[in-house]
């Protein structure tokens, strides 16, 4: 079974490591600081008994006031994951740092989100909508989305 | 004087015999050789996670039998279990039993059409998939027995399943089993012990095992690069600990072994099947659940393993009878980030091969 990690347990490491990137944790995730979640994930990618190797899955949502991105970590060698939540709650211009340089799985993921959330992922090389078409208006998965009908 | 080249633009499809769907390569040649492969997609980009969102959660069943659209049966349990785990239903034995039968029978049916449509691309055109497709044709004949469709299922359901089997399908399926392995022999002996095959298919577009875990890739292009990562196994869901299989890996990660990989886990899933059936408890097989499913406020995350790979559904509730956010953990897609590293090197008649390995189907790529 893989071990789902206690956002509780990591947060005290990491905020020594990483003083006031920990917004909230919670027994199932952690919410971090979009400013500093390039070095946090490093370190979480290479730290001897962490070693999170493996980027599961991402998934965006529009909380209407703000976005959250929710990272699923695992680590295929001690078959343990994590949930890392970002959020940005700026409407207009949202972004968060693209982590394709740590984990190349985030890079069609990242694509996703940017076309169907419209969040920027600064660092990606190559972000562009990858389902609609490019003059598409909108990111349909907003929730304030209308589709002009 | 050497010869000055210039690079020359391909495109591959979206409408192409090789691309399985409707899919779409640019590449970059220098000679036959590809210098640069981008892959294109959206052409069925549906929107059904904006769909879900608008349908309550049972209505959404049928939306995950076009997504893999070669193994329903296989989504529709990622599905249930995702809303089950969110909404903290409990599933009957017997159901639990015929949803392992079923997912396992869904396996060889997608690792059938995968093999059968990978030889076709090598060159052994339309011949070798028409003995998979001989096989495919009898657990769709059982699938039709149990709830009446072929292809787009809808036969799961939060707690349980639609209906009971018929009495006839436990038979039917003995039969089947016993003659299975059989089946698989022969595949293997006309396909491995084909020399041409061999050629075009060993050493090529070759995965390592670093890049494999980082890139995401997952089901059997993940094991034929030598992980031994299989969800049944290492985060097992419904009653997969009581069974007992083995996890076959490959060692090259090249397209022979992701072939290899796949002849291999069918031989396992017969092996599941046989013991699920000795096993199968009678007893109900749904469960009461409100047909206006309210789950409390919260966000759920399951996963199994799919014929293509790690396929998870991430539901967030807001406590109304409809998804606030569903998304789909599509391994069709994220199998394909590797796809230009593999490509890159080779040339324009490996591409084929390369990209046929992988097993995708675009229901689920674009969603």
């Known amino acids: 079974m893989t071990l789902a990690l206690s956002g509780e347990d990591l947060a005290p490491i990491l905020s020594g490591r990483f003083p006031g990137s920990i917004i909230k944790a919670t027994k199932d995730s952690l919410l971090v600081k979009s400013e500093g979640l390039l070095n946090l994930a490093a370190f979480l990618q290479t730290e001897a008994g962490l070693e999170f190797d493996y980027l599961s899955n991402m998934t965006g949502v529009d909380y209407r006031e703000y976005f959250e991105v929710v990272y699923q970590l695992t680590s295929l060698k001690h078959n343990h994951s994590l949930i890392v939540k970002v959020q940005n709650h700026d409407r207009s211009n949202p972004v968060l740092p693209s982590l394709v340089c740590l984990w190349c799985g985030a890079n069609f993921q990242e694509r996703e989100i940017y076309d169907l959330l419209g969040i920027k992922f600064e660092g990606h090389a190559d972000l562009k909508r990858i389902f609609l078409w490019e003059g598409f208006q909108g990111h349909p998965l907003r929730k304030d989305f209308t589709d002009g009908a | ?367």
């Open chain 2, 1 to 367: 004087m050497a010869l000055r080249t210039e690079p020359f633009v391909i495109n591959f499809g979206p409408l192409h015999p090789s691309t399985h769907g409707v899919f779409r390569l640019r590449a970059t040649l220098d000679g036959e050789v590809v210098t640069e492969l981008e892959p294109v997609f959206g052409y069925l980009h549906r929107g059904i996670e904006k769909l879900a969102e608008g349908y309550t959660y049972k209505q959404s069943i049928c939306l995950t039998d076009r997504l893999d659209y070669v193994a329903a049966m296989s989504n529709n349990l990622a599905y249930v279990l995702a809303v089950e785990k969110l909404a903290g239903i409990a599933v009957p034995e017997r159901a639990e039993y015929l949803r392992v039968i079923l997912a396992e029978l869904q396996r060889i049916v997608s690792h059938l059409v995968a093999v059968g449509a990978f030889v076709n691309d090598c060159g052994a055109f339309q011949t070798p998939i028409l003995y998979m497709f001989r096989e495919r044709e009898k657990i769709l004949d059982l699938f039709e027995m149990a709830c009446g469709q072929r292809l787009t299922y809808n036969y799961m359901r939060f707690g349980g399943l639609s209906q009971d089997v018929p009495e006839e399908f436990i038979p039917a399926l003995r039969k089947f089993v016993d003659q299975m392995p059989g089946y698989i022999d022969e595949y293997d002996q006309l396909i491995a012990g084909n020399e041409i095959f061999l050629a075009r298919a060993r050493g090529v577009g070759i995965l390592s095992r670093e890049m494999a875990i980082n890139n995401s890739a997952s089901g059997p292009v993940l094991r034929a690069s030598g992980v031994a990562w299989d969800i049944r196994k290492a985060d097992p869901y419904s009653i997969y600990p009581r069974f007992e299989f083995d996890i076959p890996t490959g060692t090259a990660g090249d397209c022979y072994d992701r072939y290899w990989v796949r002849i291999k886990e069918m031989r396992q899933s017969v092996r599941i099947i046989k013991q699920a059936m000795e096993q199968l408890p009678q007893g109900p097989v749904t469960t009461r659940v409100s047909l206006n499913l309210k789950p409390p406020a919260g966000e759920a995350y399951a996963h199994v393993e799919a014929p293509k790979g790690d396929l998870g559904f991430y539901l967030v509730s807001d406590g109304t009878d409809k998804p606030y956010r569903w998304h789909v953990r599509a391994p069709s897609l994220l199998n394909l980030t590797a796809l230009r590293d593999m490509c890159i090197g080779w040339k324009v008649a490996d591409v084929i091969i390369i990209f046929g390995s992988i097993d995708i189907t675009m229901g689920e790529v674009d969603r």
